[in-house]
Nanobody, 122 residues
Framework: QVQLVESGGGLVQPGGSLRLSCAAS??????????MGWYRQAPGKQRELVAG???????DYADSAKGRFTISRNNAKNMVYLQMNSLKPEDTAVYYC??????????????WGQGTQVTVSS
């Protein structure tokens, strides 16, 4: 399987910025990532897409993220980033990294990270 490890969450004041990072790895396997995305889940709410990017560099954003968040990826390092600016209290949630792709000789994968907490509060 492909493991995802997120980092960069924390506590920030309204209007502040954070940058989340997610690294994908699979010990002993050759894999290709087709899609990487960031989702979030606030208490009592369903998990929702924040931003996603395909290998061809196309991107997709939730309406709430447009103009404030930027997703980017480094294909050579199998990493994806989420730059979050102008953060609002309603952005408070656990943010999860997701990756979809294929593993040589094993088939497709759809992996999730363990999540990183983002808290926006004064």
């Amino acid at each position: 399987q492909v493991q995802l490890v997120e980092s960069g969450g924390g506590l920030v004041q309204p209007g502040g910025s954070l940058r989340l990072s997610c690294a994908a790895s699979a010990s002993g396997s050759i894999f290709s990532i087709h899609y990487m995305g960031w989702y979030r889940q606030a208490p009592g709410k369903q998990r929702e897409l924040v931003a996603g990017t395909s290998r061809g560099d196309s991107t997709d954003y939730a309406d709430s993220a447009k103009g404030r968040f930027t997703i980017s990826r480094n294909n050579a390092k199998n990493m994806v980033y989420l730059q979050m600016n102008s953060l609002k209290p309603e952005d408070t949630a656990v943010y999860y990294c997701n990756a979809k792709g294929s593993i040589l000789l094993k088939g497709n994968f759809d992996s999730w990270g363990q999540g990183t907490q983002v808290t926006v509060s004064s």
